[in-house]
């Protein structure tokens, strides 16, 4: 964690109270992995991180803000995404690489961040626009490259003029989130990790392009 933090009343907190502080967003982190979001109280974060309910109040408005804190920190990370379609190749061999790495870097960022996931998913699902921002932050970006990438395989005349760029790339970020989500799901369909992954990455191959990839 960078720059200032401060607690709820303003106050610019000490290397002790970040470390106070980073200390009650990791026990958190750790108890959405293994218990409904609703059924966390203030008073488990703060038992598990050593410290009082009162502490944990200094800074955070409650779990909801702490949640939102994780989020934030999330979706900063998720932006990295990005990079996984800005400037790649999606021609020939490489274009088959590109596919390959993003669904990989889907699959891997969501399995990393599952329990936050499962709750910005929910918060934004009952309208909190809160959570909304937050998970559209993480897919915009992605699928803005995206676009940008049918755009130009367009303009060369290799994905045909009829196709809207910002439909299918919006199309393909929703598929590979959905299935990022459901990655246990599948593993109950009898679909292998093993299996997935080049499956997805096939659609979303076909999706870019419009062809069979060269492998």
Same mark, same amino acid.
């Given at each position: 964690?960078?720059?200032?933090?401060?607690?709820? &009343?303003?106050?610019?907190?000490?290397?002790?109270? @970040?470390?106070?502080?980073?200390?009650?967003?990791?026990?958190?982190?750790?108890? +959405?992995?293994?218990?409904?979001?609703?059924?966390?109280?203030?008073?488990?974060?703060?038992?598990?991180?050593?410290?009082?309910? =009162?502490?944990?109040?200094?800074?955070?408005? #409650?779990?909801?803000?702490?949640?939102?804190? +994780?989020?934030?920190?999330?979706?900063?990370?998720?932006?990295?995404?990005? &990079? *996984?379609?800005?400037?790649?190749? !999606?021609?020939?061999?490489?274009? !088959?690489?590109?596919?390959? #790495? *993003?669904? #990989?870097?889907?699959?891997?960022? !969501?399995?990393?961040? #599952?329990?936050? +996931?499962?709750?910005?998913?929910?918060? =934004?699902?009952?309208?909190? /626009?809160?959570?909304?921002?937050?998970?559209?932050?993480?897919?915009?970006?992605?699928?803005?490259?995206?676009? &940008?990438?049918?755009?130009? +395989?367009?303009?060369?005349?290799?994905?045909?003029?009829?196709?809207?760029?910002?439909?299918?790339?919006?199309?393909?970020?929703?598929?590979?989130?959905?299935?990022?989500?459901?990655? /246990?799901?599948? @593993?109950? !369909?009898?679909?292998?990790?093993?299996?997935?992954?080049?499956? *997805?990455? *096939?659609?979303?191959?076909?999706?870019?392009?419009? /062809?069979?990839?060269? /492998?």
């Amino acid at each position: 964690m960078t720059g200032q933090v401060r607690t709820v &009343d303003g106050r610019v907190a000490g290397r002790r109270g @970040q470390a106070t502080r980073q200390k009650l967003l990791e026990c958190l982190s750790e108890m +959405l992995s293994s218990s409904p979001y609703r059924d966390v109280k203030v008073i488990d974060v703060a038992r598990m991180a050593g410290t009082s309910p =009162a502490t944990f109040y200094q800074y955070f408005p #409650d779990v909801e803000g702490a949640v939102l804190e +994780l989020a934030e920190e999330m979706a900063k990370e998720g932006a990295t995404l990005t &990079d *996984l379609v800005a400037g790649r190749t !999606w021609t020939g061999k490489p274009a !088959w690489a590109a596919a390959e #790495d *993003l669904v #990989d870097g889907f699959l891997s960022f !969501w399995r990393k961040n #599952d329990a936050i +996931l499962r709750v910005v998913d929910l918060g =934004a699902a009952e309208g909190d /626009k809160r959570f909304y921002k937050i998970r559209m932050k993480i897919l915009n970006a992605v699928t803005n490259s995206l676009t &940008d990438s049918i755009k130009e +395989l367009q303009s060369k005349g290799r994905v045909d003029k009829t196709v809207s760029p910002a439909a299918i790339a919006g199309s393909l970020v929703a598929m590979l989130a959905a299935v990022a989500a459901h990655q /246990k799901g599948f @593993q109950s !369909w009898g679909v292998k990790q093993a299996e997935l992954k080049p499956n *997805l990455a *096939l659609l979303v191959h076909l999706g870019v392009t419009g /062809k069979k990839p060269t /492998k």
